[in-house]
């Protein structure tokens, strides 16, 4: 029996013909706006498969007619952002850190792209920003142990301390004054108490008076007469309050005990000689470059 099309009491409509236990279905055509632009998208997807990339093939996609590639124009786009690097690059290859650090455009550029390399090469070790942690110097603070001008840094990130990878490398080494038998447990606490007067927290003025001697003759020929320290040989300032190794008593013994001579690897040969120069002025930067 064909579906019986009439005509709704209520709503003025037509019904479908469909009837489930005396429920009828209006028949309710979709709007006419809404139905254009469902054939407009038809069309515009259509037109878009001719124009662009679309459909996968076996051996690739369908190109479409206008060559669009997205992943050209991103490697272009990248092509012009190294060449415009490319163009800082090579004055920073052609200058030293002195001539770059004169140069304030040329500054911006190296210490953006000092920050980059520090973060990636040395933060792991000195901390973000150079803060220091553990046994890893600060490198935010005008206590150089190797120098803090642009040459001593230069030359400390290219050879690196007391490496075995570097000839060049940064070298001197503390004598182990107790492991090695020079000093006795008591010389050394002698000695230590000597260290600390400088910055006033000796407890045994005795013992600061014995340590005096025993100081001038084992430790002044690197760390200096009044413990400012030499940069030359690598030897921190002993007469201020900032410690390597730490400032307590049985952390200052130990270190003249046994010295624990911190390595730093060489970075020539790993890093360019342009991500050095950068490093340089960068670290230089940082607060306590001299
Ligand atoms: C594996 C750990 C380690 C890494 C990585 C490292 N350093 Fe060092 N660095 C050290 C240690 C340890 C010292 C101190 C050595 C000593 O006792 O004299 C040091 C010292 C220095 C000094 C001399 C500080 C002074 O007071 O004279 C500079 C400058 C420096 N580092 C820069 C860098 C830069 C820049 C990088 C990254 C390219 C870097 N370091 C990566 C461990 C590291
Ligand atoms: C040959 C040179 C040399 C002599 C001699 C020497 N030192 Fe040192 N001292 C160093 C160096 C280099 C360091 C750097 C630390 C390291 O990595 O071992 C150092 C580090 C230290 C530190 C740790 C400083 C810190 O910031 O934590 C103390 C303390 C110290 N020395 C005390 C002494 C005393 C006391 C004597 C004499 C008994 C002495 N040193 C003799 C070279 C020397």
């Given at each position: 029996?064909?579906?019986?099309?009439?005509?709704?009491?209520?709503?003025?409509?037509?019904?479908?013909?469909?009837?489930?236990?005396?429920?009828?279905?209006?028949?309710?055509?979709?709007?006419?706006?809404w139905?254009?632009?469902?054939?407009?998208?038809?069309?515009?997807?259509?037109?878009?498969?001719?124009?662009?990339?679309?459909?996968?093939s076996?051996?690739?996609?369908?190109?479409?007619?206008?060559?669009?590639?997205?992943?050209?124009?991103?490697?272009?786009?990248?092509?012009?952002?190294?060449?415009?690097?490319?163009?800082?690059?090579?004055?920073?290859?052609?200058?030293?850190?002195a001539?770059?650090?004169?140069?304030?455009?040329?500054?911006?550029?190296?210490?953006?792209g000092?920050?980059?390399?520090?973060?990636?090469?040395?933060?792991?070790?000195?901390?973000?920003?150079?803060?220091?942690?553990?046994?890893?110097?600060?490198?935010?603070?005008?206590?150089?142990?190797?120098?803090?001008?642009?040459?001593?840094?230069?030359?400390?990130?290219?050879?690196?301390?007391?490496?075995?990878?570097?000839?060049?490398?940064?070298?001197?080494?503390?004598?182990?004054?107790?492991?090695?038998?020079?000093?006795?447990?008591?010389?050394?606490?002698?000695?230590t108490?000597?260290?600390?007067?400088?910055?006033?927290?000796?407890?045994?003025?005795?013992?600061?008076?014995?340590?005096?001697?025993?100081?001038?003759?084992?430790?002044?020929?690197?760390?200096?007469?009044?413990?400012?320290?030499?940069?030359?040989l690598?030897?921190?300032?002993?007469?201020?309050?900032?410690?390597?190794?730490?400032?307590?008593v049985?952390?200052?013994?130990?270190?003249?005990?046994?010295?624990?001579?911190?390595?730093?690897?060489?970075?020539?040969?790993?890093?360019?000689?342009?991500?050095?120069?950068?490093?340089?002025?960068?670290?230089?930067?940082?607060?306590?470059?001299?």
């Amino acid at each position: 029996m064909p579906a019986k099309i009439e005509k709704d009491e209520l709503s003025g409509m037509e019904t479908t013909g469909h009837e489930w236990d005396g429920i009828k279905e209006l028949n309710t055509p979709l709007p006419k706006w809404w139905v254009y632009l469902f054939y407009a998208t038809i069309l515009f997807s259509i037109a878009w498969w001719i124009l662009y990339p679309a459909w996968p093939s076996l051996t690739g996609y369908t190109k479409g007619v206008l060559g669009s590639n997205q992943r050209l124009e991103v490697e272009e786009r990248l092509a012009e952002g190294r060449a415009r690097q490319q163009k800082w690059l090579e004055q920073i290859a052609a200058k030293s850190p002195a001539e770059i650090r004169a140069d304030p455009e040329l500054l911006r550029f190296a210490t953006v792209g000092g920050q980059a390399a520090f973060a990636t090469n040395c933060a792991p070790c000195h901390a973000a920003g150079g803060a220091g942690q553990g046994f890893f110097p600060a490198l935010v603070d005008d206590e150089w142990i190797w120098g803090g001008t642009l040459e001593d840094i230069e030359y400390s990130i290219r050879h690196g301390i007391r490496n075995v990878d570097d000839p060049q490398a940064r070298a001197s080494v503390m004598p182990a004054f107790g492991a090695d038998g020079i000093l006795d447990r008591a010389q050394i606490r002698d000695v230590t108490q000597f260290v600390l007067q400088w910055s006033g927290r000796a407890t045994d003025q005795a013992a600061v008076a014995r340590g005096a001697a025993l100081y001038a003759e084992h430790c002044a020929s690197c760390h200096g007469e009044n413990g400012e320290g030499m940069t030359a040989l690598g030897a921190p300032r002993l007469s201020d309050a900032i410690w390597l190794y730490g400032g307590k008593v049985e952390q200052i013994e130990a270190q003249i005990w046994r010295p624990r001579h911190g390595v730093m690897p060489p970075w020539q040969g790993r890093l360019s000689d342009e991500t050095i120069k950068m490093l340089t002025v960068y670290v230089h930067g940082l607060g306590g470059g001299q």
